[in-house]
């Protein structure tokens, strides 16, 4: 039987009427989970067509070359092999997805063109009548590169004399000018002049990867009317439509996409990988392609989560009080853009953390490397941003000898409270929520903190 | 390439298997049985687990041509018209799915460990569900339904 937990309507009492509440407490089953057990939920794969073909890829064998020549004569030999597809066949090869909300510039090509920029990266598509010609064909390619020196470490890629990989000239993204995403707010040096103590530590990340049980897949499928019918495991069917249309060069209105099935995505399914190539070798043979990704391209290619460096610097007052804090934050964005740039800018809208600090400096720089390039994947930016902070937190109060919870309600932000974003405060929960779980876990909070309220003003009580 | 007789879900089936074709892709592809999923196609995620005479198997290791003669049992055949077996209702009314990818080749899994151990321990039914894979739950839903459902076949077989 379900295990649900009843809502706890102590808190915030006055903010809510009775019968606020229709479904928040109560059992509701998901539409979807009738069809999940009896196997009839139709995910893309489940869907057979007669004639369809496959794309493979041949995906390149460096970090960083240059690409001297292609050679897919003998893959055109191979028994079965329909077409092979190049940048050339690519209406539009350059794009950056998050160009739908104004990102620039395009810096990842569908098909390498001269170079490629990590490895694994798509050379060459083939496009063969059964999976295992797509294979031999893909594996028949013959590319010579010129190996380039390769940065895979974001701080060696933002040093002095490092090879600039990006053809936009920085191995960083720029923002509206900046080499990083920056928050200001006091004066973080005059913070640390005052603190009792300052503690200054790194944290960082390993790229992690989603690994959702169906692999990134999809099967176009020519309509006689002309338009490409895209049946697909995105996780952003209008974000895959759109930027799918923009590299076919085709109005939206040619693309119709039948998604909202995902076999797990975690944000590993919104990146525009598989659709435009499958959309390309529908048209060019006219006939229904799948273009699914094996278990190794799942694991080894597709985007994972940033591996990300942050520093922080606090200063601290003998009492707990956190009087400025500084950081210094590098998103591995990988070879490409793809959702890293947004992530960054994520990562920075969290900083300093749900606490109260006067003075506040950051700056988040999401830099290019020759990896995997990375991507969404679980509340991105905020989720290893929350890993140092809190470790952070852990740290500074056993240096201290504070208990960390009664250090971080200490310093926990309030309603009414200026963020160092210049935002004024709402909605805040942290204390009831500290609160509850040390309740919960039978951790004793002296009374001066069991009676504080995040909708106290700060100096009025405790 | 060769004839292949077997009985799919009670029904017996024919079916024309090549060299390289695996269970999963004849069941799949050719009988229409869509349920046993394709996660991985080398045997780590238990995701296109059916049971060959009763035995649970990763169908995308197993060649079809070795099949001839064979009983094969896929979730499409568990439920009677309307009414669930006992595993999926539990599975159901524990909110054991998420995704769902991973269920039907979770579910087969336990409806093998039930027919063989009508009283399993969590620890024998983490061990059974062990092939499978699941990025979404976290599992403890999946085990607990497990356990439902036995105790529900228990219950059901004491009527
Ligand atoms: S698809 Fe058979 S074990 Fe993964
Ligand atoms: S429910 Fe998604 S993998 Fe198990």
Redesign the interface.
């Given at each position: 039987?379900?295990r649900v937990n009843p809502i706890d309507g102590d808190y915030f009492r006055d903010e809510r009427k009775d019968g606020d509440f229709k479904v928040i407490g109560k059992t509701v089953?998901?539409s979807?989970?009738?069809?999940?057990?009896?196997?009839?939920?139709?995910?893309f794969?489940?869907r057979?067509f007669p004639d369809l073909a496959h794309i493979k890829i041949h995906r390149s064998a460096h970090h960083h070359a240059r690409i001297d020549a292609v050679d897919t004569s003998e893959a055109e030999r191979v028994p079965g092999v329909l077409r092979v597809i190049t940048h050339r066949d690519v209406p539009s090869n350059w794009y950056v997805v998050l160009r739908l909300i104004g990102i620039e510039p395009n810096d990842e090509p569908v098909l390498a063109e001269d170079r490629v920029l990590y490895k694994g990266e798509p050379v060459v598509a083939v496009v063969a009548d059964s999976e295992?010609a797509a294979i031999e064909g893909a594996a028949r390619v013959r590319v010579s590169y010129t190996e380039l020196p390769a940065v895979l470490d974001v701080e060696e890629a933002l040093a002095e004399g490092a090879p600039i990989i990006k053809q936009a000239g920085t191995n960083y993204f720029v923002y509206e000018g900046h080499h990083a995403r920056r928050l200001r707010f006091g004066d973080v040096e005059q913070g640390f002049a005052q603190a009792d103590h300052i503690f200054d530590w790194r944290y960082s990340s390993a790229p992690i990867e989603?690994?959702?049980?169906?692999?990134t897949g999809c099967i176009v499928v020519p309509q006689s009317s002309g338009r490409l019918l895209i049946h697909s495991n995105t996780q952003a069917a209008f974000f895959t439509l759109d930027n799918t249309a923009l590299i076919l060069d085709r109005p939206f209105s040619d693309l119709q996409v039948k998604g909202g099935t995902?076999?797990?995505?975690?944000g590993g399914k919104v990146d525009v990988m598989v659709e435009p190539l499958a959309c390309i070798a529908a048209a060019l043979t006219n006939r229904p392609v799948k273009f699914v990704y094996?278990?190794a391209e799942e694991m080894q290619v597709s985007s994972p989560r940033a591996a990300e460096r942050i520093y922080i610097k606090d200063g601290v007052m003998n009492d707990g009080r956190i009087v400025a804090r500084k950081v210094m934050l590098y998103v591995d964005a990988g070879a490409y853009s793809r959702h890293s740039p947004y992530g960054t800018t994520k990562a920075c809208a969290h900083l300093p953390g749900p606490y109260t600090i006067p003075n506040v400096y950051a700056d988040c720089h999401c830099v290019y490397t020759n990896r995997t390039p990375s991507s969404a994947m679980r509340g991105f930016g905020v989720t290893i941003a929350d890993f140092a902070l809190e470790s952070q937190m852990d740290r500074i109060a056993r240096a201290l000898g504070l208990d960390p919870l009664q250090f971080r309600l200490r310093n926990a932000y309030r309603d009414g409270d200026l963020k160092a974003h210049r935002k004024v405060a709402e909605g805040t929960a942290l204390i009831e929520v500290i609160q509850r779980a040390a309740a919960l876990v039978g951790h004793d909070l002296p009374e001066e903190y069991r009676a504080l309220s995040s909708t106290t003003p700060r100096g009025e009580a405790a | 390439m060769k004839i292949v007789n077997l009985k799919v879900n009670g029904v017996g089936k024919t079916f024309i298997a090549r060299p390289?074709t695996t269970l999963l892709l004849a069941l799949?592809?050719q009988l229409?049985?869509?349920?046993?999923?394709?996660?991985?196609?080398?045997g780590?995620?238990g995701?296109c687990t059916v049971l060959l005479d009763g035995d649970p198997v990763v169908s995308c290791l197993i060649p079809a041509m070795t099949v001839d003669g064979g009983d094969v049992a896929?979730?499409?055949g568990?439920?009677d018209g309307p009414v669930?077996s006992d595993v999926?209702?539990a599975?159901?009314?524990?909110?054991a799915?998420q995704?769902?990818?991973?269920?039907?080749g979770m579910?087969m899994s336990a409806e093998a460990l039930l027919d063989r151990n009508p009283s399993p321990t969590r620890d024998e039914v983490n061990e059974a569900i062990s092939g499978n894979?699941?990025?979404?739950t976290g599992y403890e839903?999946i085990v607990s339904a497990i356990l439902?459902a036995a105790e529900r076949r228990r219950a059901g077989a004491n009527l």
């Amino acid at each position: 039987m379900p295990r649900v937990n009843p809502i706890d309507g102590d808190y915030f009492r006055d903010e809510r009427k009775d019968g606020d509440f229709k479904v928040i407490g109560k059992t509701v089953q998901r539409s979807d989970a009738l069809g999940h057990v009896t196997g009839r939920t139709e995910f893309f794969e489940d869907r057979t067509f007669p004639d369809l073909a496959h794309i493979k890829i041949h995906r390149s064998a460096h970090h960083h070359a240059r690409i001297d020549a292609v050679d897919t004569s003998e893959a055109e030999r191979v028994p079965g092999v329909l077409r092979v597809i190049t940048h050339r066949d690519v209406p539009s090869n350059w794009y950056v997805v998050l160009r739908l909300i104004g990102i620039e510039p395009n810096d990842e090509p569908v098909l390498a063109e001269d170079r490629v920029l990590y490895k694994g990266e798509p050379v060459v598509a083939v496009v063969a009548d059964s999976e295992a010609a797509a294979i031999e064909g893909a594996a028949r390619v013959r590319v010579s590169y010129t190996e380039l020196p390769a940065v895979l470490d974001v701080e060696e890629a933002l040093a002095e004399g490092a090879p600039i990989i990006k053809q936009a000239g920085t191995n960083y993204f720029v923002y509206e000018g900046h080499h990083a995403r920056r928050l200001r707010f006091g004066d973080v040096e005059q913070g640390f002049a005052q603190a009792d103590h300052i503690f200054d530590w790194r944290y960082s990340s390993a790229p992690i990867e989603h690994a959702p049980t169906e692999t990134t897949g999809c099967i176009v499928v020519p309509q006689s009317s002309g338009r490409l019918l895209i049946h697909s495991n995105t996780q952003a069917a209008f974000f895959t439509l759109d930027n799918t249309a923009l590299i076919l060069d085709r109005p939206f209105s040619d693309l119709q996409v039948k998604g909202g099935t995902v076999g797990g995505g975690f944000g590993g399914k919104v990146d525009v990988m598989v659709e435009p190539l499958a959309c390309i070798a529908a048209a060019l043979t006219n006939r229904p392609v799948k273009f699914v990704y094996s278990r190794a391209e799942e694991m080894q290619v597709s985007s994972p989560r940033a591996a990300e460096r942050i520093y922080i610097k606090d200063g601290v007052m003998n009492d707990g009080r956190i009087v400025a804090r500084k950081v210094m934050l590098y998103v591995d964005a990988g070879a490409y853009s793809r959702h890293s740039p947004y992530g960054t800018t994520k990562a920075c809208a969290h900083l300093p953390g749900p606490y109260t600090i006067p003075n506040v400096y950051a700056d988040c720089h999401c830099v290019y490397t020759n990896r995997t390039p990375s991507s969404a994947m679980r509340g991105f930016g905020v989720t290893i941003a929350d890993f140092a902070l809190e470790s952070q937190m852990d740290r500074i109060a056993r240096a201290l000898g504070l208990d960390p919870l009664q250090f971080r309600l200490r310093n926990a932000y309030r309603d009414g409270d200026l963020k160092a974003h210049r935002k004024v405060a709402e909605g805040t929960a942290l204390i009831e929520v500290i609160q509850r779980a040390a309740a919960l876990v039978g951790h004793d909070l002296p009374e001066e903190y069991r009676a504080l309220s995040s909708t106290t003003p700060r100096g009025e009580a405790a | 390439m060769k004839i292949v007789n077997l009985k799919v879900n009670g029904v017996g089936k024919t079916f024309i298997a090549r060299p390289e074709t695996t269970l999963l892709l004849a069941l799949r592809e050719q009988l229409g049985l869509t349920g046993a999923k394709r996660g991985c196609a080398q045997g780590a995620c238990g995701s296109c687990t059916v049971l060959l005479d009763g035995d649970p198997v990763v169908s995308c290791l197993i060649p079809a041509m070795t099949v001839d003669g064979g009983d094969v049992a896929t979730v499409e055949g568990l439920a009677d018209g309307p009414v669930l077996s006992d595993v999926q209702q539990a599975f159901l009314d524990g909110f054991a799915t998420q995704c769902g990818f991973c269920t039907p080749g979770m579910i087969m899994s336990a409806e093998a460990l039930l027919d063989r151990n009508p009283s399993p321990t969590r620890d024998e039914v983490n061990e059974a569900i062990s092939g499978n894979v699941c990025r979404c739950t976290g599992y403890e839903p999946i085990v607990s339904a497990i356990l439902d459902a036995a105790e529900r076949r228990r219950a059901g077989a004491n009527l």
